[in-house]
């Protein structure tokens, strides 16, 4: 069984900066790809970015690409969400979230992939 927990999220100012992070435990971190993704009020829950077991390859949301990136830390079991320039949009609850590596490709888009899920942060962000 893998836990989650996000930290990071907060009140910033459109413009401004904020870095997330997902401490892992209870498994091999290096065995899973990771993902983020946020739920804004009244909204599903949308995909925000995805990286691979490795950190070889990553995916964005057309949304955040070129503001947001995604990075890990297999020695630190942590994965990151540096996002800037932030706009109001922004504003929602990000999760973190982790599956089982696998050789075939799967949609990093889709949540039910995933296996396991923190608790989330939440990220506002005043016009």
């Known amino acids: 069984q893998v836990q989650l927990v996000e930290s990071g999220g907060g009140l910033v100012q459109a413009g401004g900066s904020l870095r997330l992070s997902c401490a892992a435990s209870?498994?091999?971190?290096?065995?899973?790809?990771m993902g983020w993704f946020r739920r804004a009020p009244g909204s599903e829950r949308a995909f925000v970015a995805h990286?691979?077991?490795?950190?070889?390859?990553?995916y964005y949301a057309d949304s955040v690409k070129g503001r947001f990136t995604i990075s890990r830390d297999n020695d630190k079991n942590t994965v990151y969400l540096q996002m800037n320039s932030l706009k109001s949009e922004d504003t929602a609850v990000y999760y973190c979230?982790?599956?089982?590596?696998?050789?075939?490709?799967?949609?990093?888009?889709?949540?039910?992939?995933?296996?396991?899920w923190g608790q989330g942060t939440q990220v506002t962000v005043s016009p």
């Open positions: 979230a982790a599956r089982r590596s696998s050789p075939y490709y799967v949609r990093p888009q889709n949540g039910d992939a995933y296996d396991y």
């Open positions: 990286i691979t077991w490795n950190g070889g390859t990553t």
């Open positions: 209870g498994g091999t971190f290096s065995n899973y790809d």
